[in-house]
């Protein structure tokens, strides 16, 4: 089994706390735009300039990771353009670029990769986000609820590979209906598709449609189960599936020092910004942000670091704040010496 490592693109900020809105969770006080109010460990943060995302992508480049994943979302900066900026400052770093289907036409949106597959001489990933928040789904147009977007999330997926097929592809479904879908040259190689969902109505699209199905990072019981659950639906449709997980890395000297730099990151949150993170992830769609929420149940203000442990070396600290879901995992220099 081979590994592939990415590292992940701040197009929302970046700082030394816990700062990053995501996709899903304004500042408090303000939209993330000139003029807004920011304090406490947010008032640290970087702002996402092309100059800074150049930097990290130069790094991640030289540090040997294959590729940057690239968030979409209202709080954040759009993925196609940044990446596509960003394509002349690398040589050799991929692009997991995550689009949302429902808000672009799937023939355009195959017409865009291959595009930016022969710009960028290969490099683009697609990371197909169907959208879990009503309400963020809603503030551009969409108002499917969340198994139908599931479903025309299969369609969309299922235009834009017959696109790519350098032959006119008809397709008459319940959310698309199109006629001689093509693009002028079809990409070289085609991108990888790349895609989360946690739910019923997510399983069957990842099976037929996509390349790698993604996970959060829960404890290592709960991912079998989910990979178990993959393949075999991957296998009555004659396809195999790549995985992959997302995790945040706390490396230190000492799994001591890298424990203790989670508390730090804990102790840094205003109480103002954990109880916002919570509402509006709380009326979150997304049965995998659920299933991540109530990892925190036994954390509460003032309580420690420890208590958000859910696997040796494996804690839920930052979706208390943060948009998204990913594991954070304290690491230390090869010595299990908490």
Known sequence: MSLTFHWFLPTSGDGRAIIGRGHSVPLEGGHGGPGSLATGARAASRPPDIEYLAQVARSAEQLGFTGVLTPTGTWCEDAWLVTAALIRETQRLKFLVALRPGLTSPTLAAQMAATYQRISRGR??????????????????????????????????DIVRGAWSSHPYDFHGVHYQVDGATVMSPPEPTPGVYFGGSSAAAGPVAARYVDVYLTWGERPDQVAQKIAWMRGLAEAEGRTLRFGIRLHVISRDSAKDAWAEAGRLLDDLDPGEIANAQRVLGRSESVGQDRMRDLHANYRRGGAVADLEIYPNLCRACPRRRGHGAGRQPRGGGRADR
């Open 124 to 157: 683009l990933l697609l990371n197909v986000v169907t959208g879990g928040q009503a309400d963020e789904q809603r503030r551009f147009g969409d108002h499917l609820p969340h198994d139908e977007r599931y479903a025309r999330t299969g369609e969309f997926i």
